[in-house]
């Protein structure tokens, strides 16, 4: 990265792939988790590629501790632009959660421009009282990096007992955060609903109704303030938890057919 912070990157590489998509995982988590995702779109031409978000993964550092406030937004402009590169165009962007709202954060000020967006579950606004996030902000500027427990509600991360059995037992996902990472979310989150009407990328908002580790109704709004663009698809799966893409196989099923179809008109509107 441009500080010297160092990623770890994972590949799902395809020779015969006519596209490519760039993988943004959520908080306490890792790229790794998106292999079956990746396979998915591995059979339908893509290469794909995933990182590990500083403070997470196999990513080295403290976790789920940030130097500066857009550390999130400048890595993700350097492993886009470093994929496109190596692709040799530019690559769909999805991010799921945390890793959503740092793409959408990214497209809306400019830092990257994917021909495509998804976005699964973005946590654009989370359950937190007022006075917690007033909390971080203040933490932020005198203890950035003080560790706290996330204390996430995993037994919500999906209907799926073994995709919670396998979060808890896996070595790379964690339970941290930090003030000034919980004030970006917070911030980011707030300033992205208000931003809205400056999409310019054709996006897939993709939203868990019954989520309960980021609050949907901030999607809503989202899509609410975003209409007048043109430019967003909203599919509301009013049963499903956080981690659609991880859901039971009847939820996952209807989650992947809406973005199976909307990449195909994508395609085939050129």
């Known amino acids: 990265m441009p500080d010297g912070q160092s990623v770890y990157l994972r590949d799902w590489s395809n020779r015969d792939a006519r596209d490519a998509v760039l993988i ?28 590990d978000q500083r403070g997470h993964g196999l990513t080295p550092g403290q976790r789920a501790a940030l130097r500066h406030d857009d550390d999130l937004l400048r890595d993700l402009s350097a492993v886009y632009q470093d994929y496109a590169a190596s692709f040799g165009k530019p690559p769909l962007l999805l991010g799921h959660s945390m890793g959503g709202l740092v793409a959408l954060r990214a497209v809306l000020d400019g830092r990257v421009e994917p021909p495509a967006l998804v976005l699964s579950s973005p946590a654009l606004r989370t359950f937190e009282t007022p006075w917690l996030r007033r909390l971080a902000h203040l933490l932020s500027r005198v203890a950035p990096n003080l560790p706290l427990r996330s204390r996430l509600p995993l037994e919500k991360l999906s209907h799926d007992a073994k995709v919670i059995e396998e979060y808890r037992n896996d070595p ?99």
């Open 172 to 270: 790379l996902c964690g339970g941290w955060i930090t003030p000034r990472m919980a004030d970006f979310i917070f911030s980011a989150g707030a300033s992205s609903i208000a931003d809205a009407w400056r999409l310019r990328v054709p996006t897939l908002l993709l939203v868990a109704g019954s989520d309960r580790l980021v609050d949907p109704s901030g999607s809503r709004q989202f899509a609410d303030s975003a209409w007048a663009t043109r430019q967003l698809t909203s599919r509301f799966f009013d049963t499903l938890f956080h981690e659609l893409f991880s859901e039971t196989e009847t939820g996952r099923h209807q989650v992947l057919a809406q973005l199976a179809e909307w990449l195909r008109r994508r395609v085939a509107a050129g």
């Open 24 to 51: 943004v995982h959520g908080l306490g988590e890792h790229g790794g988790r998106y292999e079956a995702l990746a396979q998915w779109f591995l059979a339908r031409g893509y290469a794909a590629r995933s990182y």
